[in-house]
Nanobody, 123 residues
């Protein structure tokens, strides 16, 4: 069992930066692949980034590649999403998610979810 709590969202101007954090409970955090997803109003939840259990492998959606960086600190049971050069189209609720074993890109393949944190980028 893993419980996830996101933080770090907020309102930022276009071109600005935010760092999201996702704190996990449970002793097996280091065995889970972690993902970030986002959902804008009226749209489906979409993949943003993911990282393998040991941080050795990462993957990004094309829309955020080069602007966002996912990382994790297994000693702190925390995964991060560093977001730079933010655009209004990045506005969404951002969720972190966990799954055992390897990275996947579909939200349906993640069994554990946080409550989400709102990111709003003004133009």
């Amino acid at each position: 069992q893993v419980q996830l709590v996101e933080s770090g969202g907020g309102l930022v101007q276009a071109g600005g930066s935010l760092r999201l954090s996702c704190a996990a409970s449970g002793r097996t955090f280091s065995s889970y692949a972690m993902g970030w997803f986002r959902q804008a109003p009226g749209k489906e939840r979409e993949f943003v980034a993911a990282i393998s259990w040991n941080g050795g492998s990462t993957s990004y959606a094309d829309s955020v590649k080069g602007r966002f960086t996912i990382s994790r600190d297994n000693a702190k049971n925390t995964v991060y999403l560093e977001m730079n050069s933010l655009k209004p189209e990045d506005t969404a609720i951002y969720y972190c998610a966990a799954r055992a074993y390897s990275i996947r890109y579909s939200y349906a393949e993640y069994g554990y979810w946080g409550q989400g944190t709102q990111v709003t980028v003004s133009s």
